[in-house]
C-alpha cells in the first residue's frame, strides 16, 4: 500500500435522530483547516426509526427522510461544496430519493452549484415482492400484522463506488453504522473488498464515531465519578484513518468534552457482543489484540484489530403494527402527596381490570413546587424532603391490541381530576401506535445494492 497518499480524516456530526444540529459547523472547520482529504458523515438512524419513517410517508409521500435534515445542513453546506469536504449519511431512511431531492432544493435556495448526489438503494425488502423471502427467513416468527418496514442492513462498497463516481453527497437508508466511514476509506485508499484487517480497522473507526459525542465525553459523564468538562458545548468526534486502517480519534480545537484511552475503550466495547468477532456486512473484526494508546491531548489511537471474512448473511429488522400505547399522568402535590398518588393507581388498576397489565409507576420529587426544585438543584442536601415527597407524579401505561381498549386508559386518567384522590392536577395522555420488530439474516447475494446519481 502506497504510504504518501493523504491521510483521510472523517469527522462526525450526528450519533442518532434528534442529535444536536449545531454540531457540525466546529467539524467542518477543523476538517478544512486540517487541509487534508475530509468526510463529514451523519449516523441518524437506530431500529425503530425506519419505521417511524415509512409510517410518515404513509401521510405524505414525499416524507420518510430525516425531519432535522435542512437543520443538520444547512450550516455546513456552502463550506463542504467549496473546500470539497464531501457529506455520507443515512438521514435518507425510508425516503433516500426524497432527502436527495430535498438537498438539491436546499442547495438551490442557499445560491450554491448543484451537488452531485448519488443514493444508495436496495437496503428497503418491505414491498410485496420480497414477502417470500422474508417468509423463510422468519419462518414462524413472521408477522401476522401488516408490515410497516423491512429493511437489510447492507454494506460499505456502493458508498465506496458511488465516491469514486465523483459524488459530493451520499444519501444511504438503513447502511450498517460503521459502513458510513468505511465506505470513504475504501474509495480514498482503494481498498480490495476482501482486504480484511484494514477493512476491520476502518470498521472500527467507524464504531468509534458511529455515536456522536458518546466518545467525546458525553455519555461517559459521571459527576465526580467520570468527569467531563464543558459538557454543554461537547466537540464531535474526527477520525484520522491512515492508509493500513488505523486511526487516532480527535475533536475541534476549543470544543468541550474529552477525548481519553478510557472514553475511546468504553465506546470501542459498546454494542459489542463478542469482542473476537464483530459481525457487520463488510467485515468480521476482532478486537482481542487491539491496542488504545493516548498520542497527545484529546487524541487516542486504535491499532492491531484484526479482520475475518463478511458473514454470507446480511441482518434485516422487520417492523410491524402491533396494536396501541396508552399512557398518562397526573400529579399529587402537598402532605400525604404519595399515598395519594398510590391511591389513585389502585383506582386505576381497578377501573381497567381485565385489559392487560398495567404499568404504574410514582416518578420523583419536586416536579411542581418550583422553589423546592431550584434548591434542590443549588443543594443536594436540600432533597431530603424526598424521604417524605411533597409532590409525586403518577404515571400509568397500557398496550392493547384495540383502539378503543387502549383509549380507556386516557378517559380514566382524565377522570382523576375530579373523581379522586384530592389534589389531582397536571394530567397529560397520549396514544400512539405500537410498533412490534423481530429480526432476521437472509442470503447476501437476496439484497441487490446499487447506487444512482440523482440530478
Known sequence: ???HIPHLRIGCAAGFSGDRTDAAAPVVQALIASGQPAVLIFETLAERTLALAQLARRTQPDAGYEPLLVDLLQPVLADC???????????GAANPAGAARRIHQLAAELGLRAPRIAVVQGDDLSGPHHRALLERALGLAMPSEPIVSANAYIGAQAI?????A???IVVCGR??????VLGPAMAHYGWAADDWDRLARATMAGHLLECGAQVTGGYFADPDYKDVAGLAQLGYPIAEIDADGHCTITKPPGTGGCITERTVKEQLLYELHD???YLTPDVVADITAAQVMPVGPDAVRLEDVRGHPQ?????????????????GEISYAGPRAEARARLAGEVLRERLHGLGPLRIDLIGVTSVFGDDTSRWLDDPAAGDARNDPRDVRLRVALQHRDHASAQRLVREVTALYTCGPAGGGGVRTAMRPRLGTVSCLVPREAVAVRFEMVD
Open 1 to 3: 500500500m502506497s504510504q
Open 81 to 91: 461544496l467549496a473546500h470539497g469536504v464531501r457529506i455520507v449519511s443515512n438521514f
Open 160 to 164: 465506496a463506488d458511488a465516491l469514486r
Open 166 to 168: 465523483g459524488a459530493d
Open 175 to 180: 447502511v450498517a453504522d460503521p459502513s458510513l
Open 275 to 277: 469482542p473476537a468477532a
Open 311 to 327: 458473514p454470507p448473511t446480511l441482518k434485516v429488522n422487520v417492523c410491524f403494527e402491533s396494536g396501541w400505547f396508552a399512557e
